[in-house]
């Protein structure tokens, strides 16, 4: 790998890990289609180096978000039981599917991915403390745009556990965070704060990541060298975001990001029935 | 400041920091050492090869260790959080904890 394509693809991670810490992803959504799509690399290898990229940019989120206190580390922590789960399912099936498939499973994701942040709107009504099946999951922070504590419970554990398995199969299997999925629930379903929301899923995704990636290692399906330039874009990327985060409007980005991911679909399903290459 | 902090956030904050600087400076290097010197590896290597590869001069031996660092931050966090609610008592969370390691630990067996 030469020189400038080492860089290039460093100043693309820079930009995942920059989305990805700001709304609660791995980025993975962004790595995948580029290096798929504009650098020709296998689909398998492709997930390898996204689930590099995913655990740097929540290494160097969360870092940020638990210091501040936003990470529900409690909340996490119950619902990893079930994304490792499904993440481990999902790369054993990844690592003996045909990468055209994978492509089309991803333009899928995608799809989904551009629906929630076009249409979702965020719930604003909060949980009251307390207990939560077995677990006292209650958390405060500080919100420092109305520089108010919030403190807020968490409801629907099992539901959230069961789409928590969902989302850490789809990392497993496409090399994603799955916080596209885990934030609008924890945010929907479990009644979590979006903010709140997303820095437990930043959080998270870096665990999920980890048994997905554990098993891409063992099986030879990732290349050092691209995994190492897209891991430190990404860490940079994740530490531009975490710091900068107030000034970005969160529903114009997620708009813009939902019409480009629908153009990124398209290319994927091209990809998937052998149009482009 | 962090010292207000609940240990919980304070212990977990330290790993992730100490993991994040610790592997981005181990690939940053490999990565530089790559550009000037660029090597033939292209598949993964296991800790005592990375090591080899690094003293017969192979730059992608250092990015395996960063990498390896890299992964490994994330476990060490979840068996910090776990020495930290054992510290604490609250058994349910270490439970979570030790079930968490258990899925990994399967992941770490499966071999290609």
Known sequence: ?277 | MSSNKPPLNRNIRFVLQAGMLSSLALLVAGLVWYALAPSGTDFTLGLSEAINAILSGDPVGLICLGLMLLIATPLLRIIVALGTFLQMREWKFVAVSVAVLLVIATAVLIKG
């Open chain 1, 1 to 277: 790998m030469d020189v400038a394509v080492m860089l290039g693809l460093a100043l693309i991670a820079v930009g995942a890990g920059l989305l990805g810490s700001l709304l609660g992803l791995g980025g993975g959504v962004i790595i995948i289609p580029v290096l798929t799509l504009v650098f020709g690399i296998p689909m398998q290898e492709a997930i390898g180096a996204s689930l590099i990229a995913v655990i740097a940019t929540s290494t160097g989120a969360a870092s940020y978000y638990v210091d501040q206190g936003l990470s529900n580390i409690r909340l996490a922590m119950v619902l990893e039981v079930a994304t490792t789960i499904g993440s481990v399912i999902g790369a054993l099936i990844a690592v003996y599917t045909n990468q055209y498939i994978l492509a089309a499973l991803f333009g899928l994701l995608l799809l989904y991915s551009s629906f929630y942040m076009l249409r979702r709107p965020e719930s604003v009504c909060l949980s009251p403390t307390g207990p939560c099946g077995p677990f006292d999951l209650s958390c405060t922070y500080d919100d420092e745009a109305t520089q108010k504590k919030v403190e807020y419970g968490v409801k629907n554990l099992g539901r959230g556990m069961l789409a928590s398995t969902v989302a850490g199969g789809t990392s497993g299997l496409l090399g994603v965070g799955g916080g596209i999925i885990k934030v609008p629930v924890m945010n929907l379903w479990m009644g979590v704060p979006m903010r709140a929301a997303c820095a437990t899923s930043n959080f998270m995704i870096g665990v999920t990541a980890l048994a997905g990636a554990i098993v891409y290692y063992q099986f030879g399906q990732i290349d050092p060298v691209l995994a190492g330039v897209v891991a430190v874009g990404a860490f940079i990327g994740a530490a531009i975001g975490t710091r900068t985060s107030h000034r970005f409007e969160g529903d114009k980005l997620k708009r813009i990001f939902g019409v480009v991911m629908i153009v990124i679909a398209a290319l994927m399903f091209l990809k998937s029935f052998g149009v482009i290459q």
